[in-house]
């Protein structure tokens, strides 16, 4: 089982940037891929984006972010991080990290953070 702890969330205002991180323990971390959720107020969890292992190292994004938020990982630090960018109202949520989804992300693993909170003001 992976312990993943979330960081960075925050209040910012539309247009602002946001850089949130992830912290994984307890297995190899370099094995799994990785990937952000999030669950505005009153809506299902969803996929944000993914990130695999090995080089070259593959990412997959829901349309909604592409071309403003960045997913990476540092292996030797067991950490990745969702570099977030012209942040807009409807980017309002709860962000998860989440160990070893499958389909690019669209099918998350078994193991997520306790999320942290991302509000960005009109």
């Known amino acids: 089982q992976v312990q993943l702890v979330e960081s960075g969330g925050g209040l910012v205002q539309s247009g602002g940037s946001l850089i949130l991180s992830c912290r994984a323990s307890?297995?190899?971390?370099?094995?799994?891929?990785m990937g952000w959720y999030r669950q505005a107020p009153g809506k299902q969890r969803e996929f944000v984006a993914y990130?695999?292992?090995?080089?070259?190292?593959?990412?997959n994004y829901v349309d909604a972010v592409k071309g403003r938020f960045i997913i990476s990982r540092d292996d030797a630090q067991g950490a990745a991080y969702l570099e977030m960018k012209n942040l807009k109202p409807e980017d309002t949520a709860v962000y998860y990290c989440?160990?070893?989804?499958?389909?690019?992300?669209?099918?998350?693993?078994?193991?997520w953070g306790q999320g942290t909170t991302v509000t960005v003001s009109s």
């Open positions: 990130i695999g292992t090995g080089i070259p190292v593959s990412t």
């Open positions: 989440n160990s070893g989804p499958r389909n690019m992300g669209y099918l998350p693993g078994p193991d």
């Open positions: 307890g297995s190899i971390f370099s094995n799994k891929p």
